[in-house]
């Protein structure tokens, strides 16, 4: 099938991104947030859709290690050096607890996995001219809780920082060179890690926390990918208004994806849209699943009018997972009307 659109080159990405000019039309990463696969007898319209539309950037993910589960050949890279228990198999992701007391935390470390590993990068694409962004997902928090189970995550930061401090430390040592390998092995122009530090209405913790506990590391990975010559793109679920500034404050290049119904867009664009470039994320929640494809058309456009400037710091993706709550033909307007729209802004 033939594409509608070319994909974006790397240029015309990283102007948007450190906004030095607009692009020949919006940068669209839909694709990465589309899983077919969920759409059960649907997956082969979705597969169609999705394939006569380019992504602009090419988005490869690192295979870090798992909790629990190691591969044969390398049975020391994972977390943790110890098998899941028959009782954790039926808890929550988030009430599972793997690091159950932090006295186990020496013998953690003494056989923390090798950010060296040969399996964590995968083998390097062909070279087709668009921005490289190497991903993985869980940064800080999301790795503290899926170690210590949120309740535990959240009460460590007053009971025991010390060790929160430690884990912190070995994580983003390993992030760093993982971080240097991607840029050498892989050629990628920049890091997309997720930290979903928001609910609904707020952050899950204080500023306080925030920066006597995340803002040192996030400034080491982010002044490594600055040196390194890539750029940092950061996903965060829910309302984390209270931390944009701080993030800023950091160089951070990219947020995703200023989630609708936890904060104004407007003032968002308004206040921050000079400082970073605003990944805006199409609403996944309501207006996918429920919202006629009118409605979805306008919403595309609410976003590209509020967030869209002629010196880039814009571009335009799903909020998060499109599954199989979502119509087709709500799935195909969003597709189109992002193309289409994305283009008639950059022109006009």
Not at 39 to 51: A, C, H, L, S
Request: glycine content about 6%; hydrophobic content about 40%.
């Amino acid at each position: 099938m033939m594409m509608k659109y070319q994909p974006l080159t790397r240029e015309e990405v990283i102007s948007v991104i450190e906004g030095k000019s607009s692009a020949s039309r919006v940068p669209i990463l839909l694709q990465f947030w589309t899983h077919p696969e969920e759409f059960g007898e649907r997956e082969e319209q979705v597969r169609e859709i999705m394939e006569a539309y380019p992504q602009d950037a090419l988005i490869v993910s690192l295979r870090m290690p798992e909790v629990y589960q190691a591969p044969q050949e390398f049975p020391e890279y994972r977390w943790l050096n110890r098998d899941m228990e028959e009782a954790e198999e039926n808890t929550g992701l988030d009430a599972r607890v793997a690091i159950r007391d932090w006295s186990e935390l020496d013998d953690i470390l003494k056989v923390f996995p090798d950010p060296y590993c040969p399996i964590l990068i995968p083998q390097s694409p062909k070279d087709d001219n668009r921005y490289r962004l190497a991903h993985w997902w869980y940064c800080l928090f999301e790795r503290h809780w899926q170690l210590r189970g949120m309740t535990n995550a959240l009460m460590d930061y007053y009971t025991d920082p010390d060790s929160v401090h430690r884990l912190f430390r070995a994580v983003t040592d390993f992030y760093l060179v993982a971080m240097e390998r991607a840029r050498k092995e892989l050629g990628a122009d920049g890091i997309f890690v997720s930290d979903d530090l928001g609910m609904q209405t707020g952050p899950f913790f204080s500023g306080k926390i925030f920066d006597e506990f995340f803002k040192p590391y996030y400034k080491e990975l982010i002044d490594k990918a600055h040196s390194l010559g890539m750029h940092f793109w950061l996903h965060i679920c829910g309302n984390i208004e209270e931390f944009l500034p701080r993030f800023i404050d950091l160089g951070l290049d990219v947020i995703h994806p200023i989630q609708k119904y936890t904060m104004d867009e407007k003032k968002i664009a308004q206040k921050y849209g000079k400082d970073i470039c605003i990944w805006a994320g199409f609403d996944v929640q309501q207006i996918i699943p429920w919202g006629t494809v009118e409605e979805v058309r306008r919403e595309v456009r609410f976003i590209m009018d509020t967030y869209y400037r002629p010196e880039g710091r814009f571009m335009f993706t799903a909020g998060n997972g499109i599954n199989g709550d979502c119509p087709i033909e709500s799935l195909r307007a969003l597709y189109e009307e992002a193309f289409e729209y994305g283009r008639k802004k950059a022109i006009t």
